[in-house]
Structures are given as C-alpha cells and as structure tokens.
C-alpha cells in the first residue's frame, strides 16, 4: 500500500544539524512532488518546504529559508529535509506529504526536540 | 498569525450539521484550489476535501466542501463522536513567495 515513513529526529542542541528522511513506497515516487509540513507541540500546521518530481524546483517557507534545504533521491525513493543551525521554535513533529496542490497521502512523522 | 483564518472552535451535537469557515485573499483562496484536513488526536493529518470539493476514495459523503471567492467552508452532517478532531484548510499563496499555507485549525467537538 502507499506509504510514507519519516526518520531522522531526536534530540538536538540548538545550532546543530539535523537530516530528516522519508522514505516511500506503493507508488512511483519520481512521478510525485513532495512536501514537508511541521507541527510544533499543541499548535497547528506549518508548511516548511515543497519538491518537485524532479527535484528541479524547490520552495521554502520564509520562515526557514537560508536554513532548511530538501532534496530527494529518487532512485531509492527517499526526500529529505536538511536542518541546520537548529533553533529552540524548530521543535516539533515533521510530516512528509505526497502531491502538489494538495496532501494526499501523510506520514505518521518523526518527532525534533531542541535542547542543550 | 495564519494566512488563512478558520474559528478556533466548532460544537454541535450528535446527528446535527456543522459548517467551518476558512477565509482568505485573492492571493490565496481567491485564485487557488482549497483543501481539507482532519487530524483526530496524536495522529497525522489526513486529506478530506481536495480542488474545493471533490472527496478522496473512503471519504464518506457526510463531508462536503465548497468555496466562493476568497473563502471556502468544510460541512460535516450527521456528527458523530468519531468526528472529534482538528481541522484544517490549505491552498497555496502567491502574496510575497509561492508557499503552500493552512489555516490555524478548528477543534471540532461533538457534544
């Protein structure tokens, strides 16, 4: 079946690095762009950063440009969201989403907690 | 502050009907797809309503969706306990930067 599955978080000092993964499966991958959304803990959704098929074109939230970067690797089916210099507001549950215009299928997420 | 502005809460009781709001600008809503998630707790989204109205495969027909300039409205008839949850509408905004953008999410809660 169509599936998601993130990895990756942890526990991180603030302005360390860290690289989330998301690998997929039960789909051509190389035929879906792909999102990374976060939700920080008891508030609401927060679009990071979007892929195209091809990773030829990339968008980024304002809030996390210069900082964030995705990429994919479509021979193993795998995006990923590259986060440097972490921050104490980066904290918070990463989804991976498939599609464009919209989310159609969601990961379960994987968890980043900021702390020295 | 989000982009897109939904109430921050909904109630209504078993069986009835429910509308949640989400407004926008014409460099949202206004000249772009809107979609629908539900989040029930300590789970992940979950697509509802997708290009305004149109429901995914399992969505039952309880959920319905719409939308008129800059604002769209998700309705859920025949409430049920089930139904507790987040929900959230998205589209994408072109005001500053091409970004995908959600509203700040309603609880929903069936009395």
């Known amino acids: 079946q169509v599936q998601l599955v993130e990895s990756g978080g942890g526990v991180v000092q603030p302005g360390r690095s860290l690289r989330l993964s998301c690998a997929a499966s039960?789909?051509?991958?190389?035929?879906?762009?792909m999102h990374w959304v976060r939700q920080a803990p008891g508030k609401g959704l927060d679009w990071v950063a979007l892929i195209s098929y091809d990773g030829k074109v990339k968008y980024y939230a304002d809030s996390v440009k210069g900082r964030f970067t995705v990429s994919r690797d479509n021979s193993n089916s795998t995006v990923y969201l590259q986060i440097n210099t972490l921050r104490p507001e980066d904290a918070a549950v990463y989804y991976c989403?498939?599609?464009?215009?919209?989310?159609?299928?969601w990961g379960k997420g994987t968890t980043v907690t900021v702390s020295s | 502050q989000s982009v897109l502005t939904q109430p921050p809460s909904v109630s209504a009781a078993p069986g009835q009907k429910v509308t949640i709001s989400c407004s926008g600008s014409?460099?949202?809503?206004?000249?772009?797809?809107v979609s629908w998630y539900q989040q029930l707790p300590g789970t992940a989204p979950k697509l509802l309503i997708y290009e305004n109205d149109k429901r995914p495969s399992g969505i039952p027909d309880r959920f319905s969706g719409s939308k008129s300039g800059t604002s769209a409205t998700l309705g859920i008839t025949g409430l049920q306990t089930g139904d507790e949850a987040d929900y959230y509408c998205?589209?994408?905004?072109?005001?500053?930067?091409?970004?995908?953008?959600f509203g700040g999410g309603t609880k929903l809660t069936v009395l």
């Open positions: 014409n460099f949202n809503i206004g000249n772009n797809y």
């Open positions: 989403a498939r599609k464009y215009s919209y989310m159609d299928v």
């Open positions: 998205g589209t994408w905004d072109t005001s500053l930067s091409a970004a995908a953008v």
């Open positions: 039960g789909f051509t991958f190389s035929t879906y762009a």
